[in-house]
């Protein structure tokens, strides 16, 4: 088999080993860059108004990635707001939710939380001190067609700052067996290659 037939041929491996979905962010409008509202988001609050608080943040400071953040707040310590977005999923199949989020909280004196949740996993943050942008991973496994990807959270001014939220498909292990496959295809040539050359 020459060079060029092998990458060929582990190009198509890959390709179809690789559902488009594995790779592609779910999330739309993942990193707030869409413009100044949260646009694909849907916002909830239990107090009238009370999502107002949260923006979208150009700050450069509060920026992880791109002109925007989302700046999470709340306008009591009693009120939890949620800002949360369904994507379309395949029953049974696993996927990834990773986001980016810094927690502003005035040196301790700020209570805060927030509950992340993925489908049908999820995790809860108690009050924390301040961070810088921290990347979170959370795995969880579709029940149905559509999933919710929600933050539902409390800070009174600072504010949380999440940023660069995306949910992937995680490829099947049969899959990483072919592109492992296909790549080895691209050594073994690559090798032959040299082999006759040197000869």
Do not use: C
């Not at 592609?24 to 988001?41: D, H, M, P, V």
């Not at 961070?131 to 929600?150: C, K």
């Amino acid at each position: 088999m020459s060079f060029r037939s092998a990458l060929i041929a582990a190009a198509l491996v890959a390709g179809v080993a690789t559902p488009a979905s594995a790779v592609t962010n779910l999330i739309a409008n993942g990193g707030f860059e869409a413009g100044s509202t949260f646009i694909s988001w849907t916002g909830t609050s239990n107090v009238s108004g009370g999502f107002a608080a949260s923006s979208i943040n150009s700050n450069p400071a509060d920026v992880l990635t791109g002109l925007n953040s989302g700046l999470l707040r709340t306008v009591g310590t009693s009120t939890v707001n949620t800002l949360s977005q369904s994507v379309a999923t395949i029953a049974s199949r696993p996927y990834v939710l990773h986001y980016w989020l810094m927690n502003r909280d005035n040196s301790g004196r700020v209570v805060d939380s927030l509950t992340v949740t993925s489908g049908s996993t999820v995790t809860a943050f108690a009050d924390r001190p301040s961070f810088a942008y921290t990347q979170f991973t959370q795995y969880f496994v579709a029940n149905s067609s559509s999933s919710l990807i929600s933050f539902a959270y409390k800070h009174v001014s600072p504010n949380f700052y999440l940023d660069d939220v995306s949910v992937t498909m995680v490829p099947e292990p049969a899959a990483w067996g072919l592109m492992v496959a296909g790549f080895g295809m691209v050594g073994f040539a690559m090798r032959r290659r040299v082999r006759t050359v040197a000869a």
